[in-house]
């Protein structure tokens, strides 16, 4: 019953060091999503995936990456770490819309970037 | 350009008394509609959610919200509010045809409730 699971929970990283956040599922939702939480801008959309192999530029993309090899997993990559990329990071799933839009959403990673 | 606007960043209520969350959207079409509740250091939870039919949707934790077209608003209220409410919550809108159910979110309000 773990729903949505994101690993770390906390990190802090070094301008210019890069790392790799893990999104898991086990709702077998077709879509997967990546948020950044900013104090006063709500959750902006990062990067999105609506099937295994495929993923499309969300709201905000500039300096992430994301790669979705598996159905359950949505990993978000920073190739080079900035101090703008301090923040929240939500994974979410969903099935689709047809199926009632019922995201879930992880528990999110807390990212410093010094 | 479309976009979801919460007026209010913060609002603090008196445990007990009556709580009014605003939402207005500006969209093409109407689009679905909902409102998430994000506890201190947690995920956000669906409250509730519109896509047609009846104005006033019912939700979760004794939360109902109203949809109004002629004010593209959708207003989250609560008639006595719990010390348990106090939280961030935030409004989300979706296109109806949206490729891939994004959902845009509005900039939170914190409530706090005082005793």
């Known amino acids: 019953n773990a729903g949505v699971t994101q690993t770390p929970k906390f990190r802090v990283l070094k301008t210019g060091q890069s790392m790799t956040l893990l999104c898991a599922q086990d709702m077998n939702h077709e879509y997967m999503y990546w948020y950044r939480q900013d104090p006063g801008m709500g959750l902006r959309l990062i990067h999105y995936?609506?099937?295994?192999?495929?993923?499309a530029k969300g709201e905000v993309p500039d300096g992430y990456n994301v790669s979705r090899l598996k159905k359950q997993n949505f990993l978000l990559g920073l190739e080079s770490a900035a101090p703008s990329q301090t923040s929240v990071y939500f994974c979410?799933?969903?099935?689709?819309?047809?199926?009632?839009?019922?995201?879930?959403f992880g528990s999110g990673t807390r990212l410093t970037v010094v | 350009a479309q976009s979801v606007t919460q007026p209010d960043i913060h609002i603090t209520v008196s445990e007990g008394a009556s709580l009014e969350l605003r939402c207005n959207y500006s969209y093409g079409a109407t689009p679905y509609l909902f409102w998430y509740v994000q506890s201190p250091g947690q995920g956000l939870q669906l409250l509730l959610k519109y896509f047609s039919g009846d104005t006033l949707v019912q939700g979760i934790k004794g939360f109902e919200a109203e949809f109004k077209r002629s004010q593209s608003s959708f207003n989250l209220r609560k008639p006595s509010v719990h010390w348990s409410d106090a939280a961030e919550y935030f409004c989300?809108?979706?296109?109806?045809?949206?490729?891939?159910?994004?959902?845009?979110f509005g900039g939170g309000t914190r409530v706090l409730v005082k005793p």
């Open positions: 995936s609506v099937g295994e192999g495929t993923t």
């Open positions: 979410a799933s969903s099935y689709h819309r047809e199926r009632g839009y019922g995201y879930t």
């Open positions: 989300a809108v979706a296109p109806i045809k949206a490729a891939g159910n994004k959902l845009t």
